[in-house]
């Protein structure tokens, strides 16, 4: 014998089926855009001589947050973190999940203290809020006004690198520029 719904019972599935309905819609969007274009670029690797120092400052600067944390125990065989063969980790950062945002790969390899500067990389550049900058300071990290507009900044980040930092009220999606 089939049981019946109440009108009311029967409403509600309803909205559970039109709840998953849209939530497979905004997958398929998400899916289609990120398809379209596939020029994308994924993430920068950072290697680091101090992985708590680099996750202070990314975190408490720039409000970034881990997204994955991984460890190896053998050098990495592409080699994009050094020539290594001890262990190592990578600690992915940024603004959200990895198919949408840019990112960071923070890479530290175990027993290796820092790195020499190279001339790779002019600066990578972030928004940062007025109380990232604030946090920067507290930090003991120096900050340097580029312009006389009072928009941009240079901060000198662990392990030396350049960050040219645009002020802004609130982080936008995607504050990587």
Known sequence: MASTLTNEELIEKLKEIKQDVIKLEDEISLNDKLSMDIRRCLHWVIKTGNLKTSHDFFTKVFEMKVIRHEE???????????????????????????????????????????????????????????????????????????????????????????????????LPKEPFW
């Open 72 to 170: 190896f125990n053998d050098g990495c065989e592409a080699k994009c973190n050094g020539d290594y063969s001890r262990p190592w980790s990578k600690t992915m950062i940024g603004y959200g999940s990895e198919k949408t945002n840019f990112a960071l790969e923070l890479t530290y390899n175990y027993g290796i203290k820092g790195y020499r500067r190279g001339n790779d990389l002019r600066f990578i550049g972030l928004n940062i809020t007025k109380q990232g900058m604030q946090n920067a300071q507290e930090l003991g990290y120096t900050i340097k006004q580029c312009d006389d507009t009072k928009i941009f900044y240079d901060i000198i980040g662990p392990d030396d690198i350049k960050y040219r930092c645009r002020i802004c009220d609130k």
